[in-house]
């Protein structure tokens, strides 16, 4: 399967949005939010959402796959490029505040802040450390 990552409008991703919420994804429509999918054809297989937060930082929103792609490295496609794309425009750190820290702890990320129920835990990756991996 040939899947694309590129930029898309927040109303592409209108279909999955009731659905990520039930899921603790949040594709809320903020201007702040540039939003990526990851696209075979004309068929979007999932998602992520990138809100700058200052000049070398910016922070994950509305990571999702479609329940039948998952299990396939879709989402921690989503997640490097997604890296790739803040590394490209001068970001230095991406932050992510998720329930499924132990994953992205897996692949290299640090905890900020520990986990609360309400919140998740906050997590951060230094991209400067990762470049040319
Ligand atoms: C999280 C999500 C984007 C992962 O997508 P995916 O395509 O299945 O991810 P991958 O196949 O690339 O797997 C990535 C890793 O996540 C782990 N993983 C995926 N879903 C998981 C879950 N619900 N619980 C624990 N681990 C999970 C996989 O085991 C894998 O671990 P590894 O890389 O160490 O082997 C997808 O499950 C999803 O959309 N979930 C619902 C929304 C959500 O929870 N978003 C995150 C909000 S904080």
Not at 60 to 89: F, I, K, S, T
């Amino acid at each position: 399967m040939n899947v694309e990552f590129r930029p898309v409008q927040h109303s592409e991703l209108e279909p999955f949005r009731a659905a990520a919420r039930r899921e603790h994804s949040g594709i809320d429509p903020l201007p702040s939010i540039r939003w990526f999918a990851a696209v075979s054809g004309t068929d979007i297989l999932g998602c992520i959402g990138l809100l700058h937060a200052s000049r070398d930082r910016v922070r994950v929103r509305g990571w999702y796959v479609r329940p039948d792609h998952r299990g396939q490295g879709l989402g921690m496609w989503l997640q490097e490029c997604a890296n790739d794309w803040a590394r490209d425009h001068g970001y230095r750190h991406i932050e992510s505040t998720t329930r499924l820290w132990r994953v992205l702890e897996r692949h290299g990320w640090s905890v900020l802040r520990p986990y609360t129920e309400a919140i998740g835990t906050k997590m951060t990756l230094d991209l400067a450390d990762r470049e040319g991996r």
